[in-house]
């Protein structure tokens, strides 16, 4: 079906595929792994044909329709959740919003002139529009974004009043009703609470095309995909079987590689040895020539380079006040829209918070009033003595510097920090190499992500508000920091989609 033979790709001095190749077929259903700036988004990005490979080549027949859920979600106003929803349905998307304009035509005064054309072609644009299934398109379109979480208030308001977060999930309802050929998904459960993504999984599974998607969730690609295609250091290699499968799988191949090079090492040694014994010797002479020549025809078996995850231990923040956060009778609206009423809560030194809710619950809100980025309606948030915060949200991303590499950022926050300490800041989350030369522009979500978690948490805060810090971190990443926050020694208040992923030892107190 689709095809990538002898890929290469390169931005700058980053090398992301060198002669990599891909093959994904009918049906399949592919999880795309790899550490954070490794190349998985750029690989959907080649596969939709919004960029080419510096060399190689890129086979996708040309009936085949692609849909891809990214990241990055356009600005859009002035229509309807559920019109931009219905947007990428191809022809009959189309049609509906012709049928929209027209009705908009039919009651403007300034076009009563031409009503009879006006009528006619709304006959025609109707008589398609039902026969190619639309108005059942408008229930279904419905169906997929009260399964991501929207109520019909909501469905019928305009776009342009959503959050990033909600327009992502209006993006992804567009892509799901386009019923593409292949489905390209990058991180589809990011921003989603537990019941969205029970239920895009069992969309997911019940649907008939290809599937490639990236996910830092394991279990939801435990039950999603059935092959693995892991990108690291420039080449994609695939494995077959589930997220748990690859990982035994890759541990069993690294084992018997990490074997095979020993028992070549240990030849190669006992063969020098005889060269450099017998080299002087003329009666060995064609022994010797004949073994330094087949010495320099045996391939050599190179190491499997481990992906390498540094521990990361928390400095002791200082001690703050036995009472950390008191919340009297908070309240917060958003319009008719009632998110808080009456919320009491004290949380204490050494305590350790979940915030958990469905999708518009107001944890989020909950988190900007406590930080202090959003005033209640009513009620008061009274903050402890000695206390040092450390928020982190997505909006903290665009804290950073894009004209800035990754060392110049920690350097300049911390300029009194020895570049020994920084270095190792920087890899305890993953940033080695050249990759501390990266200018911040070009970082993944990821990486700017693991970026902003490292600047907190060098000198870390007293009391750590988190709105979801796991986003976009790779699995590795995401594993590490939950190690050292299972040492952390202070407050802990934090929304996530996925609180299973978080032990009793981080969060054991849910609300």
Known sequence: MISLTRVSKQYGRQLLFVDASFQLNPGETVGLVGPNGSGKTTLFRLIAGEEVPDDGEISVPKKLTIGYFRQDVE????RSVLDEAILGSGRVGDLHHELEQL???????EQAGDLDRILARFGHVQEEYEHLGGYALEAQAREVLHGLGFDDERIDADVGELSGGWKMRVAMARVLLGQPDVLLMDEPTNHLDIESIVWLERFLTSRDGALLMTSHDREFMNRIVTKIAEIDDGEITMYSGNYDFYERERGIREANREAAYARQQAMLAKEQRFIDRFAAHAAKAAQVQSRVKALEKIEKIELPKRRRVMQFDFRTPPRSGEQVAVLEDLAKAYGRRVVHDGLNLTIR????WCVMGKNGAGKSTLLKMVAGHL?????????????????FAQQSLDLLNPDLTVEEQLRQD??????????????????SGEDVDKKIRALSGGEKTRLVLARMLLDPPNFLVLDEPTNHLDLATKEMLLEALKDFDGTMLVVSHDPRRWSP????RPM
């Open 349 to 352: 030194r050494g305590e350790r």
């Open 103 to 109: 009705n908009h035509a039919m009651a403007d005064p």
């Open 414 to 431: 911390f300029p009194h920090e020895s570049i020994g300490a920084l270095k190792n800041l920087a890899g305890a989350f993953q940033f």
């Open 75 to 78: 600005e859009s106003s002035g």
């Open 375 to 391: 005033t209640p309606d009513r009620g008061r948030v009274g903050l402890g003595a000695s206390l040092k915060m450390g928020y």
């Open 505 to 508: 030892s981080v969060l054991p």
